[in-house]
């Protein structure tokens, strides 16, 4: 057995203190007057001896309990097989703090993140040789120290910053190349995991790193905790006069009852919604919000709850892009081809003239003007020059789209141009006659052009098709709607980071009855607003995740500024080649807005990683398990740290031992010493 503090020893010298008393009280006589000695004579020899081995007894028993004390407190310890020698030989020690965004959770206005740098300096205090120490943070990888202390050396802990952030950690990518960067010929090899370990390491860490020690410092059970869990919009074409649906998901992640607990909805910070809810622990629900946007461009909203143990998640920003006027360019080879597309146009546009449209009948292709559009609509094209195919191309580039509808003049279209807009190759025109017809099927159902279509019979809107041109399409061309034969009848072609709608039959009577069925006008208006609208700059990404913006040509050469969340702003250099912005800094969690010489372009919004959720906690045993009992420990938040890794590194601890035995010894005493009353009586 040794000692942690063995100076304490020397308050065995207490132990003279009982046999002092017992001396005195020996050589103290009285002298009492008797009238007669014959009680004197009544005590017989055996309870004299009997009196005077229990005061030796609880003399004796008083001695234990003192040194059963003293001993406790010089910290008494069975040596074990530890290599942990640090009087002897150089060690070194590893300290990783757990930095990412689940640290943020408070308890008693405390974050897990404030613990653990508390923690850091306990873990210090029990070094007592000499410790090669390096600190690091996770989120984002940063060493905090390095260097060597020893016993008495004085560290300036206040310049350590474990600053709280909003990412990922990925602890145990992070411990594996930190750990490997490290001598392994070092005898005394420590590592302190600070977190509140969300899952558990992959299988090499027990093999490859044997020779290490760990300990892992977790934290308390999360208490009062709900959160938003996700935002998404059941609309996929917003409109400024329509209502806008958005479903929000909202989790209490804690253990405790909530009940009142206000969901808030803001548009372009105004309030625009309000609910009222209670959760039960564990209980998840789906809320629908909805709200007219009222004005058209690029629209801020958030969902705000009360504040609890996690703030994080109490708030979660979003965009939503709500197009203005919609420029279409409609291009026909006669006046013919031109009249059904123009209907169903203004159809469409209504009283709000939501589409500014631009009819042109022209059988080739010469000249093009596509500034200003957004979309280009073409009834059977027939030829290109080689000056409107590359407007075509810029336009597509800058993010226009075009609705094709093939017919005669398809097998005319050159190689060229269809290998430059990715367009499929001509088999054969199949005409049908008599009254025979084919049939349609809708082969991607959840494309967004047929979403919130409610038809009873759905084989009663889809048309009868007569006659169409027989395409081979590539692997990249995805089918929409197909004919009964399996031939294409609607294809989404990707185009440069837009995309073409191929239709393999015209808009006519006689090529099919498409435009009698009432399938044509719901999808014409889902078909035409989701080619407009881009939701690729507005969506959202998660913290610290590259964001890509599209640019158009004619802007790239501008002053672009990204403002913060925070309000600082940082200037973007686009990127030339690819015609867009790549913007690396989203460290914070909100939404950012994006200028063009200081004139607003765009939003977009962060979120935390759903790795990062407060609730994701392993197993103590399975995170034991992973690196072997007799490698590893866990130290709970209210154990005291020092005092157990001074014993595990020199030896099992026995103070408690020895605090029972002062305990019994005590018993032990009060019941030899206590009076005995039918003894005073006689």
């Given at each position: 057995m040794s000692f942690l503090f063995p100076s304490m020893l020397w308050g065995l010298f207490a132990l003279l203190i009982p046999i002092i008393v017992h001396l005195f009280s020996l050589r103290k006589n009285r002298k009492i007057e008797f009238s007669s000695i014959q009680h004197i004579k009544a005590i017989k020899k055996e309870s004299i001896r009997k009196i005077k081995l229990l005061q030796w007894m609880v003399m004796l028993l008083r001695m234990g309990i003192i040194s059963s004390l003293v001993i406790m407190g010089s910290g008494p310890i069975v040596k074990n097989q530890s290599s942990w020698i640090p009087s002897q030989k150089e060690s070194l020690a590893v300290i990783i703090v757990d930095n990412s965004a689940s640290m943020a959770v408070k308890d008693n206005n405390k974050s897990f993140l404030d613990d653990a740098s508390d923690k850091v300096y306990k873990i210090i205090s029990s070094f007592d040789g000499l410790v090669n120490l390096n600190v690091f943070q996770t989120s984002p990888p940063k060493l905090i120290f390095s260097g060597n202390i020893d016993k008495g050396s004085q560290i300036n802990y206040q310049n350590w910053d474990f600053e709280q952030s909003i990412g990922e950690d990925r602890i145990w990518t992070f411990t594996d190349s930190v750990l490997k960067t490290f001598d392994l010929s070092l005898p005394n090899k420590e590592c302190f995991l600070i977190s509140d370990f969300p899952v558990i390491p992959p299988s090499n860490f027990k093999d490859e790193f044997f020779d290490w020690k760990f300990y892992f410092l977790g934290q308390d059970e999360l208490k009062n905790n709900i959160g938003i869990t996700d935002i998404s919009s059941i609309n996929k074409i917003k409109l400024p006069n329509e209502l806008i649906k958005l479903n929000t998901r909202i989790e209490n992640m804690g253990v405790v009852d909530r009940r009142n607990v206000n969901v808030e909805i803001y548009l372009n910070n105004e309030r625009s919604g309000q609910i009222v809810s209670h959760f039960n622990p564990g209980a998840v629900k789906d809320f629908l919000f909805q709200a007219y946007p009222g004005k058209s461009g690029v629209i801020s909203g958030k969902i705000e709850l009360a504040n609890d143990d996690y703030s994080l998640d109490n708030t979660q920003t979003f965009e939503l892009n709500i197009p203005e006027q919609i420029s279409c360019k409609v291009i026909a080879t006669s006046q013919d081809d031109l009249l059904i597309i123009k209907t169903i146009l203004e159809s469409i546009s209504g009283p709000d003239n939501l589409f500014d449209i631009e009819l042109k009948v022209q059988p080739e292709i010469d000249k093009i003007l596509l500034e200003n559009a957004d979309i280009l609509i073409l009834q059977d094209p027939?030829?290109?020059?080689?000056?409107?195919?590359?407007?075509?191309?810029?336009?597509?580039?800058?993010?226009?789209?075009?609705?094709?509808?093939?017919?005669?003049?398809?097998?005319?279209?050159?190689?060229?141009?269809?290998?430059?807009?990715?367009?499929?190759?001509?088999?054969?025109?199949?005409?049908?006659?008599?009254?025979?017809?084919?049939?349609?099927?809708?082969?991607?159902?959840?494309?967004?052009?047929?979403?919130?279509?409610?038809?009873?019979?759905?084989?009663?809107?889809?048309?009868?098709?007569?006659?169409?041109?027989?395409?081979?399409?590539?692997?990249?061309?995805?089918?929409?709607?197909?004919?009964?034969n399996g031939s294409p009848f609607l294809l989404e072609i990707p185009i440069l980071g837009s995309q073409i709608y191929f239709f393999t039959s015209m808009l006519d009577l006689r090529w099919n009855d498409l435009g009698m069925k009432g399938l044509l006008i719901p999808m014409m208006y889902r078909l035409l607003m989701f080619s407009v609208i881009d939701e690729a700059n507005t969506s959202s990404i998660l913290v610290n995740s590259p964001k890509i913006i599209k640019v158009p040509n004619k802007l790239i050469n501008n002053k672009w500024i990204v403002r913060m969340p925070s309000g600082s702003e940082v200037i973007v250099v686009p990127n030339y080649t690819n015609e867009q912005l790549v913007f690396n800094q989203t460290t914070e969690l909100g939404s950012y807005e994006v200028f063009v010489n200081d004139e607003f372009y765009t939003a977009f919004s962060t979120k935390i990683s759903p790795y990062e959720s407060p609730k994701i906690r392993v197993k103590k045993q399975d995170l034991m398990d992973a690196f072997g009992a007799e490698k590893s420990e866990w130290i709970n938040t209210d154990d005291d740290i020092i005092n157990i890794l001074k014993s595990n590194r020199h030896g099992r601890s026995l103070w408690r031992t020895f605090l029972i035995i002062a305990f019994i010894l005590f018993l032990i005493e009060s019941i030899i010493s206590r009076p005995k009353l039918g003894s005073i009586k006689n």
């Open positions: 027939k030829v290109f020059s080689s000056a409107a195919l590359e407007k075509i191309i810029e336009f597509v580039s800058n993010g226009g789209s075009i609705v094709w509808f093939s017919g005669n003049n398809y097998q005319s279209i050159d190689a060229f141009a269809k290998s430059k807009l990715n367009l499929p190759n001509y088999i054969s025109l199949i005409e049908i006659e008599n009254e025979s017809y084919f049939s349609i099927d809708i082969v991607d159902r959840e494309n967004p052009i047929f979403q919130e279509l409610n038809f009873r019979n759905i084989g009663s809107i889809l048309p009868q098709i007569f006659k169409f041109v027989n395409v081979s399409k590539d692997e990249n061309h995805k089918t929409v709607l197909s004919i009964d």
